[in-house]
């Protein structure tokens, strides 16, 4: 393991401020970086030198350098900063933590930023992204995973958490969203290890950024979900925020056919909060994030009563899984519902829409997924449910052009946000 001495030289040149930042980034993810030749890698130097650099920003891109602040350092230091007010008024409502993919400024300059509280940046990172967030009150961490392997290993552990640490304090991040999906046995090395992973994140980032956030997200419901036998009790007890991502609820289908279903089914919802709650994990920490996606199902035969037969596709021992389908962005359900002159049909069973269509080739496909109705349902659950808010993956999946309709649909979800 190089990257524990490879931080100490990268804290040790950052104080001294003679590389970079964009440049450390690059050392920091860079593997094959020669051997460095230093001492023992502490924990101490490596708080010491962050804290340092922290103080002494220089290559910070914001039009104004307190907004490469993390949210929570301003809130100590800078109290009366206009954004840092907007940062405090927000702790009054619920959370709105929205998943990010990739976009430019185009898409993200048209999030609703007041609605929103935390955003989780998956796989990339934007400096101006940050700028504007911060500006607005509104905290960014960065999404991390591990590889199952290392789970066991404390060394391995360790340096992946110091590793973000730093990564996320040189990037002006306000913490990291932990989205670890694999399968893990019941009882195994594993299963400690990763209850041990979020609660050395925790402890280091609270350390080294007092307050920033360490969230963690969770199948629909706990248990053997997908066979992630987690400690979500230990999870849940380590974490600020446990999102619950109450959706890919078809990821196994153990009961009748192989057929299109709902991807995110309110009395699903409803029970995978219980099955949380019941864990011990106080509803303060819990986030309903839904999806602003749906599934596309390719039928094998479509009945009468528009039951579509789907493609066997076996997923972690179950016969049957939504993997027979594609995922697609709303706004993507929206364009191909209007193209075809689909009828709506309002499933009573899960309170979501789905249709079906026939494409050139005369193939049928249904179209599972969540609109403006089905969701109002679902953030009216998170509120009555006393949760901590609501979340999305992701906010970019909207028609974020100029066209009258595509400002509507922008309208029509961001406003029923709470
Ligand atoms: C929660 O975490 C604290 C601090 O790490 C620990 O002392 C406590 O035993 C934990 N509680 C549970 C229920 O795991
Ligand atoms: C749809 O029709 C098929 C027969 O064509 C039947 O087997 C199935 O139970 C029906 N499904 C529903 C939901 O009514
Ligand atoms: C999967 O299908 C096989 C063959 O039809 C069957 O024997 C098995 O019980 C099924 N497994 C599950 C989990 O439904």
Redesign the pocket.
């Known amino acids: 393991m190089q990257f524990a001495s490879l931080l100490f030289l990268v804290f040790s040149a950052s104080a001294s401020g003679k590389i970079l930042r964009s440049h450390l980034w690059d050392v920091i993810f860079d593997q094959h970086a020669g051997e460095p030749q230093q001492k023992k890698f502490q924990l101490e130097h490596f708080t010491d030198d962050l804290q340092y650099s922290l103080e002494t920003l220089s290559y910070c891109p914001c039009e104004n350098q307190l907004l490469c602040m993390p949210l929570e350092e301003a809130k100590r230091k800078h109290e009366s900063a206009d954004h840092v007010q907007k940062y405090v008024e927000k702790n009054n409502k619920k959370e709105v933590f929205a998943f990010v993919l990739e976009c430019d400024i185009t898409v993200w300059s048209k999030f609703y930023w007041d609605k929103l509280t935390t955003i989780a940046t998956a796989g990339f990172y934007d400096a101006y992204l940050v700028c504007h967030a911060h500006k607005n009150g509104v905290k960014v961490v960065k999404m991390g995973n591990i590889p199952t392997s290392d789970l066991p290993n404390s060394h391995a552990r360790l340096t992946w958490a110091k590793v973000h640490a730093s990564d996320v304090a040189l990037k002006f991040l306000d913490g990291i969203n932990i989205d670890f999906e694999d399968a893990i046995d019941d009882g195994s090395e594993e299963q400690r290890g990763l209850t041990s992973l979020v609660q050395e994140t925790a402890e280091i980032f609270h350390k080294i950024m007092p307050g920033s956030q360490v969230s963690f997200d969770v199948a629909w419901k706990a248990g053997g979900i997908d066979s992630r036998y987690y400690d979500y009790a230990g999870i849940g007890n380590a974490s600020d925020i446990i999102f619950i991502m109450a959706y890919d609820e078809q990821s196994q289908i153990f009961d009748g056919s192989c057929t299109a279903r709902p991807n995110s089914d309110i009395y699903r919802a409803a029970v995978g909060i219980q099955s949380y709650l019941k864990l011990g994990i106080p509803s303060e920490k819990l986030i309903l994030g839904v999806p602003w996606y749906g599934y596309n199902y390719p039928c094998m035969s479509l009945?009468?009563?528009e039951?579509c037969s789907i493609e066997k596709v076996p997923f972690r021992g179950a016969n049957c899984s939504d993997a027979a389908g594609k995922e697609y962005p709303y706004s993507f359900m929206i364009s191909t519902f209007n193209q075809h002159h689909a009828t709506y049909h309002w499933d009573k069973d899960s309170l979501t829409p789905y249709y079906t269509i026939k494409d050139e080739t005369g193939q049928y496909h249904q179209m599972r997924y969540d609109d403006p109705r089905s969701l109002s349902y679902k953030y009216m659950l998170a509120v009555a449910s006393g949760l901590q808010g609501v979340g999305m993956w992701t906010a970019n999946f909207l028609d974020y052009t100029d066209s009258p309709s595509a400002v509507e649909q922008q309208d029509q979800m961001w406003s029923l946000l709470p």
């Open positions: 009945d009468l009563n039951t």
